[in-house]
């Protein structure tokens, strides 16, 4: 055997490296999504205030990213896998971080906020809600509800906000089912308990960052280096009050587009981590087959790939304990994000906290 066939001990080390950085930037990604993930959630009623929306449409909204993620997951996790998965995955860090960009747009396009001038500051707007302040506490159960409390139509910018949640949503798909995979395919069998517990423990600190990022940004007026303190007429306990949410936003899309970087540069495949403690005839067997699969999967046609995908969801689908466990994941995630988007406006309120703090306590549970 030639001494240029030979797996040396440096090339072995060099996998086992390259297997670590793709942990690192993905625990990276990981932060990066659910980082956006929880700011997103916690400053819809920002939102709802500057472009003066109701709250059923802010809830539209937020199911725009489930729709934007439900729409590729399917097929990014069934194809994906057959491809280059870290540049999948690299794609999908980009098109997060663009998602992010495009729902900032809204402001930058919709001018100064211009707070409310029809209702006297002198009025104690912490505790009710905006459209109740005018009305009479002693007003009669018969008499028919004021018109203040209908808003008028609201600016039309946040399609942008819901777009790019759509495109947040896309772009989230490949991170965790493609990269939970590769970490799966190529790490010894007693690291790979490890590495998954790295991973969720990357989706316990994104959030965290997130709410923290969001109580910052809560505090800040939304129109911050184009108005001056002195200006600003009304405190972050005010109900008219709406804070900078599309600074987070894109410090957000900076981390994830940061995130992807490094999965541009890794393999498509990788020597599996057990292996390297294996004879060098083994260790040589192992990346002559490694080779050969990656040019059979390179010759497969798109038909080829595709032929048995109808299949694979059927068996799925007739899996009665997935369907099971899909259900009540369902159900789980329903009742959470539901909380987490409303009830900060409840704290709001209710019991007269700004936002900002709102945000921290939703942050704190």
């Known amino acids: 055997m030639k001494e240029a066939e030979k797996p040396h001990a440096g090339d072995k080390f060099c996998c086992t490296s390259k297997l670590k950085v793709f942990l690192l930037a993905l625990s990276l990604a990981f932060v990066g999504k659910t980082m956006s993930g929880a700011y997103m959630n916690s400053m819809y009623t920002q939102i709802e205030k500057q472009f003066n929306i109701p709250a059923s449409l802010v809830g539209i909204i937020n199911g725009s990213f489930e729709i934007g993620n439900l729409l590729l997951i399917v097929f990014v996790s069934y194809f994906g896998a057959k491809l280059h998965r870290p540049r999948i995955i690299a794609l999908g860090c980009t098109i997060l971080s663009f998602g992010c960009i495009l729902i900032s747009l809204p402001h930058f396009l919709f001018g100064r906020y211009h707070i409310e001038s029809s209702i006297s500051q002198q009025e104690n707007f912490s505790v009710m809600p905006l459209c109740l302040v005018n009305q009479s506490l002693f007003s009669l159960p018969s008499e028919e509800p004021s018109t203040e409390c209908e808003k008028e139509p609201g600016s039309l910018l946040w399609i942008f906000v819901m777009v790019g949640n759509i495109v947040r949503g896309m772009g989230e798909t490949p991170i965790m089912p493609l990269g939970i995979s590769y970490l799966e395919d190529f ?5 790979s308990p490890f590495y998954l517990g790295c991973l969720h423990t990357a989706t316990v600190i994104g959030p965290f ?3 923290l990022l969001a109580s910052f940004c809560a505090e800040l007026f939304v129109d911050l280096g184009s108005v001056d ?5 009304i405190t972050a306990t005010d109900a008219r009050w709406v804070g900078a949410w599309w600074l987070g936003i894109l410090i957000c899309a900076s981390v994830n587009l940061l995130a992807g970087i490094p999965f541009w540069f890794l393999p498509k495949s990788l020597v599996k981590e057990g292996e390297t403690n294996e004879p060098e005839e083994m260790s040589k067997k192992s990346v002559v087959l490694l080779q050969e699969n990656d040019k059979n999967e390179a010759k497969q046609t798109m038909y080829e790939i595709a032929k048995d995908f109808i299949p694979f969801l059927k068996a799925l689908f007739r899996n009665p304990v997935y369907m099971l466990f899909i259900c009540i994941t369902v159900l789980q995630f329903s009742a ?4 987490i988007s409303f009830m900060p406006k409840y704290l709001e309120q209710q019991f007269g906290k700004s936002a900002s703090d ?4 939703i942050g704190t549970f």
Not at 229 to 233: C, F, L, R, Y
Not at 336 to 339: D, L, R
């Open 187 to 191: 790490a010894k069998a007693e690291n």
């Open 209 to 211: 960052l997130g709410f």
């Open 229 to 233: 303190a002195e200006d600003i007429t």
């Open 336 to 339: 959470f994000n539901g909380m």
């Open 358 to 361: 709102a945000i921290f306590l």
